[in-house]
């Protein structure tokens, strides 16, 4: 199954049709919250930023069954004629439009999920849904030994990584469409309850901190977390400050956290050019002056956490999260940490070396980071055996 922002709202009948079929559910960025991380057959993410889970899913599966979702990147989608294919979607132009599907029913997906779901035959035969557990499970290990891997000076997954296991009950998460992407689609694990948005065609700079003022406004409740690269920070962050220290005593729960990855780089684009185009990084465009976050946080009122520890990662997430005003949190991490595909085809393994080759100026870095990220998966082996 592949989920997306249209199944929201539908998550028990999604539940309940992939326990009848036996099925896995993988989710595009915007049905993240659709589905808790909690569940052992949800694979997570899907497409460059998904997991290796969901990719082997659609490369090995028979049928799909599409809900509420438009993702358009095909090449992550069972290849024609290889599934049988159902779609629901409440926009008939969608139909057909991603997979060749043989039934496409127009509707909201709860209420033709429960039409539906008293149609659907229970498997008996596991087997499937065992070997999608089971991949799921190494996965989230892998996960893990990647966050914990050292870096210079932190790792921007250990960030996410130890957010996943305090966020608290009924968080709203808002995410940039920079590199911090790539751990919010894959390192946070979310939890029955909880909210999570972004700029879902990745294509919309900055959406991080105006979702997250946007969301305190309309649920002054409920904890905020944003998740936003430096550049960001810089187009329009720093000005969304601006807003939070005028309105954040208006609201019944101040706890508002923003987290910074500070590297200097625009991350996401830099490796898009290495794996993409096969072009060195490109210093003039891609590196951005330094700024002091957490220092204009607090001048505005607010309580600022600079970040160059991995080993106060944790502590950080904990002040923050229970503290009474927004925070800001200035985290220095390691651009050279490559954001890896689930999958890596011949064309980006050879424009990521044609980079190299062109005289990066991150070079060190890259070959030590990209070597101990690829080798996660051992390791995680070998501790096992």
Same mark, same amino acid.
């Given at each position: /199954?592949?989920?997306?922002?249209?199944?929201?709202?539908?998550?028990?009948?999604?539940?309940?049709?992939?326990?009848?079929l036996?099925?896995?559910?993988?989710k595009?960025?915007?049905?993240?919250?659709?589905?808790p991380?909690?569940l052992?057959?949800?694979?997570g993410?899907?497409?460059l930023?998904?997991? =290796?889970?969901?990719w082997e899913? /659609?490369?090995?599966?028979?049928?799909l069954?599409?809900?509420?979702?438009?993702f358009?990147?095909?090449e !992550?989608?069972?290849?024609?004629g290889?599934?049988?294919?159902?779609?629901?979607?409440?926009?008939?132009?969608m139909?057909?439009l991603? $997979?060749?599907?043989e039934?496409?029913l127009?509707?909201?997906?709860? +209420?033709?999920l429960?039409? +539906?779901?008293?149609l659907l035959e229970? %498997?008996?035969?596991?087997?499937w849904?065992e070997?999608?557990? %089971?991949?799921?499970?190494?996965?989230?290990?892998?996960?893990?030994?990647?966050?914990k891997l050292?870096?210079?000076p932190i790792?921007p997954?250990?960030l996410?990584?130890e957010l996943?296991?305090?966020?608290?009950?009924?968080?709203? +998460?808002?995410?940039?469409?920079?590199?911090?992407?790539?751990?919010?689609?894959?390192?946070?694990k979310l939890?029955?309850g /909880?909210?999570?948005?972004?700029?879902?065609? +990745?294509?919309?700079? *900055?959406?991080?901190?105006?979702?997250?003022?946007?969301? =305190?406004?309309?649920?002054?409740?409920?904890?905020?977390?944003?998740?936003?690269?430096d550049?960001?920070?810089?187009?329009?962050?720093i000005?969304?400050?601006?807003?939070?220290?005028?309105?954040?005593k208006?609201?019944?729960?101040?706890?508002?956290?923003?987290?910074v990855?500070?590297n200097g780089?625009l991350n996401?684009?830099?490796?898009e050019?290495?794996?993409?185009n096969?072009?060195?990084?490109?210093?003039?465009?891609?590196?951005?002056?330094?700024?002091? $976050?957490?220092g204009y946080a607090?001048m505005?009122?607010?309580?600022g956490?600079?970040l160059e520890?991995?080993?106060?990662?944790?502590?950080?997430?904990k002040?923050?999260?229970?503290? %009474?005003?927004?925070?800001v949190?200035?985290?220095? *991490?390691?651009p050279?940490?490559?954001p890896?595909?689930?999958h890596?085809?011949f064309?980006q393994?050879k424009g !990521?070396?044609?980079?190299?080759?062109?005289?990066d100026p991150?070079?060190?870095?890259i /070959?030590?980071?990209?070597a101990?990220?690829?080798?996660?998966?051992?390791?995680v082996?070998?501790? =096992?055996?």
């Amino acid at each position: /199954m592949l989920v997306g922002a249209g199944a929201l709202g539908a998550g028990e009948e999604v539940s309940v049709a992939a326990e009848k079929l036996g099925a896995g559910v993988a989710k595009a960025l915007l049905g993240k919250a659709v589905l808790p991380d909690d569940l052992p057959y949800v694979t997570g993410s899907i497409g460059l930023l998904g997991t =290796k889970p969901s990719w082997e899913m /659609m490369k090995e599966c028979d049928t799909l069954l599409m809900v509420g979702s438009g993702f358009p990147y095909a090449e !992550f989608l069972p290849k024609e004629g290889q599934a049988r294919g159902v779609q629901i979607d409440i926009s008939p132009r969608m139909l057909g439009l991603r $997979y060749p599907m043989e039934v496409n029913l127009q509707g909201d997906a709860r +209420l033709t999920l429960r039409a +539906l779901i008293p149609l659907l035959e229970q %498997k008996q035969d596991r087997s499937w849904r065992e070997g999608i557990e %089971k991949d799921v499970a190494e996965w989230w290990e892998v996960l893990e030994a990647r966050a914990k891997l050292a870096a210079n000076p932190i790792n921007p997954q250990l960030l996410f990584w130890e957010l996943s296991a305090q966020l608290p009950d009924q968080v709203i +998460l808002t995410c940039d469409s920079g590199s911090a992407a790539n751990w919010y689609a894959r390192d946070l694990k979310l939890r029955r309850g /909880m909210m999570a948005s972004l700029s879902g065609g +990745l294509a919309t700079m *900055c959406p991080g901190v105006p979702y997250a003022v946007a969301a =305190k406004m309309n649920y002054p409740d409920r904890p905020v977390i944003a998740m936003v690269g430096d550049g960001a920070m810089q187009m329009q962050g720093i000005n969304g400050l601006v807003n939070i220290a005028k309105y954040w005593k208006q609201w019944s729960n101040p706890n508002l956290v923003i987290l910074v990855l500070n590297n200097g780089d625009l991350n996401q684009v830099t490796w898009e050019q290495r794996v993409m185009n096969g072009d060195a990084k490109f210093a003039a465009s891609q590196d951005i002056p330094r700024f002091p $976050y957490a220092g204009y946080a607090e001048m505005l009122g607010l309580d600022g956490i600079r970040l160059e520890d991995p080993g106060q990662v944790r502590e950080a997430w904990k002040t923050a999260l229970r503290a %009474k005003r927004p925070v800001v949190i200035d985290a220095m *991490c390691d651009p050279d940490v490559p954001p890896l595909p689930p999958h890596i085809t011949f064309d980006q393994a050879k424009g !990521f070396v044609a980079s190299l080759f062109k005289g990066d100026p991150n070079l060190g870095g890259i /070959m030590s980071q990209s070597a101990k990220q690829m080798m996660s998966k051992l390791l995680v082996r070998n501790e =096992k055996s």
